[in-house]
């Protein structure tokens, strides 16, 4: 759907502590779905992705929760560091047309 | 390799002027997309090809037209540039047939239409 929203949600943390950012998708159809993680001037980068038949998937520092009943995506960081500072982004995909659509996505600011 | 490559990274069009965007990749990703991104929100899908030859609308077509003449290689082009048209223009590629299906991006074209 139409991202709406001209100022970017931001969640503020403290260093060492730990980040979940949220996400809302669109389509119950969607069967894939990506975080990317977008710092200031720079293209989004890949940071974890899930498939539709599982609910929890984890990698170096993070974790995707996926909850398809409610259509729900959250992308758990731990110990935040400076470095995590950046716009996060969820993207969903289709099933045989592999175009990702992308939520408005969320500032994450790292507080020393 | 260099990954996904944009050029021209920054430019500034008058209302009417026409131009092409540049993106290259070296992975040998049959699919290729367009994307713009506003300020404060996603990223909104312009037009996409799924492989050499082909092309497709995406979210937000209108004002915009693309080729893939060869595989690396997908220009987006406006004929007609207006102010609406600012943004931050960023390609992307995967192969989903090869398991790489999760998009790799370039560093994006920051375009400014007066």
């Known amino acids: 759907g139409e991202s709406v929203g001209l100022h970017l949600p931001t969640l503020s943390v403290q260093e060492g502590d730990n980040s979940i950012i949220n996400c809302a998708y669109s389509?119950?159809?969607?069967?894939?779905f990506i975080w990317y993680k977008q710092e200031s001037g720079k293209g989004p980068q890949f940071i974890i992705d899930?498939?539709?038949?599982?609910d929890k998937r984890q990698g170096q520092r993070v974790t995707v929760l996926l909850n398809k009943t409610v259509k729900h995506l959250s992308l758990q960081i731990a110990a935040t560091q400076p470095g995590d500072s950046a716009v996060y982004f969820c993207?969903?995909?289709?099933?045989?047309?592999?175009?990702?659509?992308f939520g408005s996505g969320t500032k994450l600011n790292v507080k020393p | 390799n260099a990954g996904v490559t944009q050029t021209p990274k920054f430019r500034v069009l008058k209302t009417g002027q026409s131009m092409t965007l540049l993106c290259a990749q070296d992975?040998?990703?049959?699919?290729m997309y367009w994307y713009r991104q506003d300020p404060g929100m996603g990223l909104r899908l312009i037009h996409y090809?799924?492989?050499?030859?082909?092309?497709a609308k995406g979210e937000v077509p209108d004002g915009y037209n693309v080729s893939r003449l060869k595989k690396q290689n997908f220009l987006l082009g406006l004929e007609s540039a207006a102010p609406s048209q600012t943004s931050v223009y960023f390609c992307?590629?995967?192969?989903?047939?090869?398991?790489?299906?999760?998009?790799?991006f370039g560093q994006g074209t920051r375009l400014t239409v007066v």
């Open positions: 992975m040998n990703h049959e699919y």
């Open positions: 899930i498939r539709s038949n599982m």
């Open positions: 090809s799924v492989g050499e030859g082909t092309t």
């Open positions: 389509n119950s159809a969607s069967d894939y």
């Open positions: 993207a969903e995909n289709l099933p045989n047309f592999n175009k990702f659509y």
């Open positions: 992307a590629s995967s192969y989903p047939e090869r398991g790489e299906t999760e998009a790799f």
